[in-house]
T-cell receptor, first 111, second 115 residues
Framework: QQQVKQSPQSLIVQKGGISIINCAYE??????FPWYQQFPGKGPALLIA?????SEKKEGRFTISFNKSAKQFSLHIMDSQPGDSATYFC??????????FGKGTRLHILP | DTGVSQDPRHKITKRGQNVTFRCDPI?????LYWYRQTLGQGPEFLTY????????KSRLLSDRFSAERPKGSFSTLEIQRTEQGDSAMYLC?????????????FGPGTRLLVL
């Protein structure tokens, strides 16, 4: 059972454009939603996270939008740069503390 | 650098052999997690420790897998009688105390290839 569904699998965006990655979850017990960024040969690194009591969180060029009723959340990368090219994972956790990851989106920013 | 470290970074072994991986968490982090990541997939939770106590094990962790964290510092993950399906990246993460919203810091992983 895939508890966190992520789309698209891959994404190509022009430099300066907006990258959008979407996720949906099923388990209503989830109440912490982090996004991780992973470069080849490296472990995932926390990018930004949100709790369901807010609908949006912004940190620099990265914004999470959260829709609790639809059980969906998304990552927006504004002014995308070639250095943003990486694999992005949405994730969710509940009070058990273990993180459930989506399958990932490979983002490529064209120079 | 005081991040999470893992050793070895790469391991090639033959089917049936035993392998052991080591993880050194960030100093004074009480929680330590093991995840497995296969190609094109997100990491999957395997097990975690609060200090030296192993609190939860995933169904993914068959009897051939064992993890320890003696003295609540570094941790080892051993796979006995390896199978080709064990080929994956094994990731370790740590967090200060654990609990909702606590950031988990990942190491670079150990990539295992079973021939």
């Amino acid at each position: 059972q895939q508890q966190v569904k992520q789309s698209p699998q891959s994404l190509i965006v022009q430099k300066g454009g907006i990258s959008i990655i979407n996720c949906a979850y099923e388990n209503t017990a989830f109440d912490y939603f982090p996004w991780y960024q992973q470069f080849p040969g490296k472990g995932p690194a926390l990018l930004i996270a949100i709790r369901p009591d807010v609908s949006e969180k912004k940190e620099g060029r990265f914004t999470i939008s959260f829709n609790k009723s639809a059980k969906q959340f998304s990552l927006h990368i504004m002014d995308s740069q070639p250095g943003d090219s990486a694999t992005y994972f949405c994730a969710a956790s509940d009070r058990d503390d273990k993180i459930i990851f989506g399958k990932g989106t490979r983002l490529h920013i064209l120079p | 650098d005081t991040g999470v470290s893992q050793d070895p970074r790469h391991k090639i072994t033959k089917r049936g052999q035993n392998v052991t991986f080591r993880c050194d968490p960030i100093s004074e982090h009480n929680r330590l997690y093991w995840y497995r990541q296969t190609l094109g997939q997100g990491p999957e939770f395997l097990t975690y420790f609060q200090n030296e106590a192993q609190l939860e094990k995933s169904r993914l962790l068959s009897d051939r897998f064992s993890a320890e964290r003696p003295k609540g510092s570094f941790s080892t993950l051993e796979i006995q009688r390896t199978e080709q399906g064990d080929s994956a990246m094994y990731l370790c993460a740590s967090s200060p105390l654990g609990g909702l919203g606590e950031t988990q810091y990942f190491g670079p992983g150990t990539r295992l290839l079973v021939l």
